[in-house]
């Protein structure tokens, strides 16, 4: 298939404007996360790493600790760039439209526009409504939805422990060290999938040019966690085919070989036999995703798509309100 008749099939299967109730319409993004730095991935007050044990692979049920990438620590900086993003575009092509000052002091988490591709997409429950446009509260559900990721590696493989120091500015003295942090090394590799419920094309692709920009994940972003996302598959079905724990278990059989788009294809094939709407189902191949994700990445959004993204979120909104006002 050419590239143009993949770019045409993978819009046929989505959606043209965002619906009022979400359909079975789903689209998989599969990936591996990997660190690139030292990267602080906990929840606990008591500074370890949040671990998780599970079978060696999916043919070994031997356990194994592996580290875990919580759902909501790869969710909370995707959502912050998507946010940031969208206003950058916003700004670039100066849009005008009846909501613009709600769209440009959208602020997560309380202060949501509801007018916004991210609001549309991530979410948005309001506590408070203050905006001249909508006087009613009304909430949006969320149509991306995350999953826990864990490492390929066993946890003793990929965790380390880091001293800090105190240094005394005018002397630039070392005294005594401040404490120990537990780092995930770098290179670790994390399986993850981020799924779309009923998406427009104007969403995807800027769902996917946003994992492959956003670049710093877990505690203390200011000094580590540098982590580069690799897009492996890609899975269109009226239904979620395929878990990250699945997808790490089938990652971990001794016989994988090194190329992995190769190998997350046949593990999707694997488990697309087992999806309930078959008619429905389409999985990208290794060359497919290749392209198209190459193509996503040197696609410069222009004035109109962005306009359009921004129109159907509006349009979106109206119709809950409309609906809300009964």
Same mark, same amino acid.
């Given at each position: 298939?050419?590239?143009?008749?993949?770019?045409?099939?993978?819009?046929?299967? &989505? /959606?043209?404007?965002?619906?009022?109730?979400?359909?079975?319409?789903? /689209?998989?993004?599969?990936?591996?996360?990997?660190?690139?730095?030292?990267?602080?991935?906990?929840?606990?007050?008591?500074?370890?790493?949040?671990?998780?044990?599970?079978?060696?692979?999916?043919?070994?049920?031997?356990?194994?600790?592996?580290?875990?990438?919580?759902?909501?620590?790869?969710?909370?900086?995707?959502?912050?760039? #998507?946010?940031?993003?969208?206003?950058?575009?916003?700004?670039?092509?100066?849009?005008?439209?009846?909501?613009?000052?709600? $769209?440009?002091? =959208?602020?997560?988490?309380?202060?949501?526009?509801?007018? =916004?591709?991210? =609001?549309?997409?991530?979410?948005?429950?309001?506590?408070?409504?203050?905006?001249?446009?909508?006087?009613?509260?009304?909430?949006?559900?969320?149509?991306?939805?995350?999953?826990?990721?864990?490492?390929?590696?066993?946890?003793?493989?990929?965790?380390?422990?880091?001293?800090?120091?105190? /240094?005394?500015?005018?002397? %630039?003295?070392?005294? %005594?060290?401040?404490?120990?942090?537990?780092?995930?090394?770098?290179?670790?590799?994390?399986?993850? $999938?981020?799924?779309?419920?009923?998406?427009?094309?104007?969403?995807?692709?800027?769902?996917?040019?946003?994992?492959?920009?956003?670049?710093?994940?877990?505690?203390?972003?200011?000094?580590?966690?540098?982590?580069?996302?690799? $897009?492996?598959?890609?899975? #269109?079905?009226?239904?979620?085919? &395929?878990?990250?724990?699945?997808?790490?278990?089938?990652?971990?059989?001794?016989?994988?070989?090194?190329?992995?788009?190769?190998?997350?294809?046949?593990?999707?094939?694997?488990?697309?036999?087992?999806?309930?709407?078959?008619?429905?189902?389409?999985?990208?191949?290794?060359?497919?995703?290749?392209?198209?994700?190459?193509?996503?990445?040197?696609? %410069?959004?222009?004035?109109?798509?962005?306009?359009?993204?921004?129109?159907?979120?509006?349009?979106?909104?109206?119709?809950?309100?409309?609906?809300?006002?009964?």
């Amino acid at each position: 298939m050419n590239d143009n008749a993949l770019l045409e099939d993978v819009k046929r299967r &989505l /959606v043209t404007s965002i619906p009022i109730l979400r359909t079975p319409l789903t /689209v998989q993004i599969l990936m591996i996360r990997q660190t690139h730095d030292y990267t602080i991935l906990r929840t606990e007050e008591t500074k370890e790493l949040n671990v998780a044990v599970t079978p060696t692979s999916i043919s070994d049920p031997t356990q194994r600790a592996r580290v875990v990438f919580l759902a909501s620590k790869q969710k909370a900086p995707e959502t912050r760039e #998507f946010a940031a993003m969208i206003k950058e575009y916003y700004r670039l092509y100066k849009l005008e439209s009846e909501a613009e000052r709600a $769209i440009l002091e =959208c602020e997560i988490k309380d202060k949501l526009c509801r007018a =916004c591709p991210r =609001c549309t997409l991530f979410g948005a429950v309001v506590t408070e409504q203050k905006s001249p446009i909508w006087k009613q509260r009304w909430n949006i559900k969320h149509r991306i939805e995350y999953s826990s990721a864990f490492s390929i590696e066993p946890y003793d493989m990929i965790s380390e422990n880091v001293t800090f120091n105190a /240094v005394t500015e005018s002397t %630039q003295l070392t005294e %005594q060290a401040l404490g120990v942090t537990e780092n995930v090394a770098p290179l670790a590799n994390f399986p993850s $999938i981020v799924s779309l419920n009923s998406p427009t094309w104007e969403e995807l692709v800027l769902v996917i040019k946003n994992i492959l920009r956003c670049k710093s994940y877990g505690a203390e972003g200011r000094t580590k966690g540098d982590t580069v996302n690799y $897009i492996t598959g890609l899975i #269109f079905a009226n239904e979620e085919v &395929l878990t990250p724990l699945e997808y790490v278990l089938e990652l971990s059989v001794p016989e994988i070989g090194d190329d992995l788009v190769q190998a997350t294809y046949d593990i999707a094939r694997k488990y697309g036999k087992m999806a309930t709407f078959q008619e429905a189902l389409r999985i990208l191949s290794p060359e497919e995703v290749e392209s198209f994700v190459d193509y996503v990445q040197e696609l %410069q959004p222009g004035r109109e798509f962005v306009a359009k993204a921004f129109k159907d979120s509006l349009d979106f909104g109206k119709q809950i309100d409309e609906l809300a006002k009964g």
